[in-house]
Nanobody, 116 residues
Framework: QVQLVESGGGLVQPGGSLRLSCAAS????????MTWYRQAPGKQRELVAV???????NYADSVKGRFTISRDNAKNTVYLQMNSLKPEDTAVYYC??????????WGQGTQVAVSS
């Protein structure tokens, strides 16, 4: 019943920008903290950003100052605005619900490739 659908990925040049979206269903979206993770080839999945139900945010040091997580509760959607992209940002990006009841649910992710 829980579904997470990521979108917005693509191929961009270094220094470019992308905005990722994650549409959630099957949960009461507004009361749940949301997260973005990414997994690069050959690397462990890493937490990128967190946003609480109240809108407070935290970021991995590697993306701080470049990425912004936000949410639109009316649309049941969490976003990740990515600016000043670097090749090391290349990864599959996933959203997740930071609630023990729902952490096991993952979408298919969206591929971000940063290359010249």
């Amino acid at each position: 019943q829980v579904q997470l659908v990521e979108s917005g990925g693509g191929l961009v040049q270094p220094g470019g920008s992308l905005r990722l979206s994650c549409a959630a269903s099957g949960i009461i979206f507004s009361i749940n903290p949301m997260t973005w993770y990414r997994q690069a080839p050959g690397k462990q999945r890493e937490l990128v950003a967190v946003i609480t139900s109240g809108g407070s945010t935290n970021y991995a040091d590697s993306v701080k100052g470049r990425f912004t997580i936000s949410r639109d509760n009316a649309k049941n959607t969490v976003y990740l605005q990515m600016n000043s992209l670097k090749p090391e940002d290349t990864a599959v990006y996933y959203c997740n619900v930071n609630n023990i009841a729902y952490r096991a649910y993952w979408g298919q992710g969206t591929q971000v490739a940063v290359s010249s």
